[in-house]
Structures are given as C-alpha cells and as structure tokens.
C-alpha cells in the first residue's frame, strides 16, 4: 500500500501519475535529449518516487534532473505504460520551490531562468523574450553575458521592443492564482 505523507502520494493525488505503474524498463531515460546531463535519468526518477523513502524523496526535490528536463514529451511518447514524466518534473521543480529544497549550487542559474520564464507567460500569456532576458539578467545580474548577439537578434526581428498580450488575460491570471493555490 503506498505510504500517506510520502512524495509519491503528492505525486499521485496532484498529477494523476502513478510511478507504482513504472516497471523499469528505461526506454524513458533511452530517448532522453538530457539523459547524459541529468544526475538521475527519469527511469531512476521514477524508481526514487517507488522506494518511498524520505532520503530519496528529498535528494529528487534536491536533484538537478527536475530543473534540466524541458518537457519535450519524448519520454511519454516511449514509455509502453504511457508514464507522464514531464507532468511529474513540473510537479517536482514547484514542490522543490515550496519546500525550499531548490538552492543547490548547480540550479543557481536554471532557476532564476525558470522564475522569469513563468513571469512571462503569467504578465502576457506568450513567451516575451526581452522581459524573459531582463528577469534572467536581473536576478542573476549576469548583466553582460550573450549581450553581443543582442543587436543581430534585434535587426532580424526576434527581439519585439513590445509584448504581444493574449486575449484571455483574466483567464491566464485565474489559472496562475489556482496554480498557486
Ligand atoms: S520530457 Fe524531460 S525527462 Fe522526458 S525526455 Fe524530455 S527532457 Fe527527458
Ligand atoms: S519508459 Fe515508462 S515504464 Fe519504462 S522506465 Fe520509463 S517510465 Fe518506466
């Protein structure tokens, strides 16, 4: 019987992933783009969520896996049990952020990365690449990194000065507050 309180029930009760329904076969982990960067491939991901310990538990919330893999679904599309990895790392970067477990050294540059991609698409709905670089460069004050390829960028149209709001800003705002709920 899986154990209440351990992260793999979170999992389960937020997500509607079952990692008991895993059967190790690694084809995930295989078609991996990120497998080679990751320090646990998300086959091990999944075995770390089935062991049910509080050491595991904390070292996935810790790990750097959850913050590299980029959602490209490649792993869904091979997994024979039709395993939704992707939704499960995005439930494990926000349970990292809230148990205060993401401050590992290596993260120090992927997170300020995620929160200011998050705060572009909660502020316009789209992707808006001049405030996402603005909110990079503002919280790690990496001010002058990839600053020469900015104008090349700029002329070829790929930096638009302004956002391009959607239509649905009342709705996006009410998905961002039961999110957060
Ligand atoms: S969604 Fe994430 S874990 Fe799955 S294949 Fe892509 S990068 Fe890897
Ligand atoms: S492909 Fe699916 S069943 Fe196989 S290891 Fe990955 S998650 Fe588990």
Redesign the pocket.
Known sequence: MRRKNMLSSDVLESTGVNSARCYQCGK?SA?????GE?DFT?NT?MRMLQVEEDAADRQLLQSQ?IW?????????SRCPMEID??KV?DYLRQKSLQEGLQSRKSNKNIIPFHRAFLDSIKYTGRLYEVGLVLGYKLRTLNLWQDLNIAPRMFLKGKLPLLPELVKGKKQLSNIFKKTKK
């Open positions: 995930c078609g991996c783009p990120l497998a990751m998300s991901v896996s590299l893999c980029v959602s490209c679904e490649m792993c869904i990895i992707p790392m």
